[in-house]
């Protein structure tokens, strides 16, 4: 698909630029008319808008630029970064849950494990992925895989990229809320160090359930939320058209969240976010694992344990003056 078969709506000024210059290409073509001049202006003045669109997004866009259907998904990094990745599947308790994904890699002649929430590319895989909202099983099979990499001493590499963990009958039924703090329990005393990179949307207890971890990445136009901003509108202002200010409201952009503590690392994205450019984020995201995985490896099993619950201790603390 090309890039620009979907459009946000604070893109169309670049797509309006873009025809402009594919309609005095055509028409150089049909006429013999030297227009390079004209095409050089338009491109000038399409980079310029490029820029001044792309470095002064809302929080509500970049939450856009998140969810865009051509960004790329786990699998994309999982195939740039990783070599000899063996997915391993189901949860050995009810059956393979399809939203989150994981395995053995190899990381730079490191051995790890991947644990990976998954969207579709469209609907045929939107179904089988289920959004990219994992049931209880998802959460058990991540577990299951996690308490595998603590018993032969591999790193966990978790990728979050999800609205919520599915909220169906089903997945209340079988205890999904249940399977999450679990999770959170048990990634909270793993001893061998663990990564987690919002990538994409990072929603809920959904995203947090492989999100306990001792580092805590984000790129640049993801978001990382207690609520999705839409839920958070319906809630304070019963009405969800009023997302974008309940966006700027939780402020859960990626440089707030960097600012209070939440996330170790914003990962710079391209001009236009990551689906404008895989193989530059790609790399971005590279140096950043590398970096917090060197510094994690030298660390002692107890020493991990301790940073971590030091580290989510730390969340929420602040100082109350009077005057």
Known sequence: MDKRAYVLEFEKPLRELEKQIDELHQGALESDHDVSADIAAIEAKLEETKKEIYSSLTP????LVARHPKRPYAPDYIAALFE????LHGDRQFR?????IGGTAMFHGQAVMLVAQQKGRDTKENIVRNFGM?????YRKALRLMHLAEKFGLPVICFIDTPGAFPGIGSEERHVAEAIAVNQREMARLRV?????VIGEGGSGGALGIGVTNRVLIMENAYYSVISPEGCAAILWKDRANAAKA??????SAQYLFEFGVVEEVIPEPLGGAHNDPAQTAAALDAALRKHLAELLPLSSD???RQRYDRFRRLGVYTETTT
């Open 303 to 305: 020493e991990l344990v």
């Open 84 to 87: 000899n990745f063996q997915e």
């Open 60 to 63: 509500w866009q970049r939450v």
């Open 134 to 138: 994992p049931n209880p099983e998802g």
């Open 193 to 197: 160090p663990t990564i987690s990179v």
């Open 96 to 100: 393979d849950d399809r939203a989150l």
């Open 247 to 252: 966006t700027e409201a939780m402020k859960i």
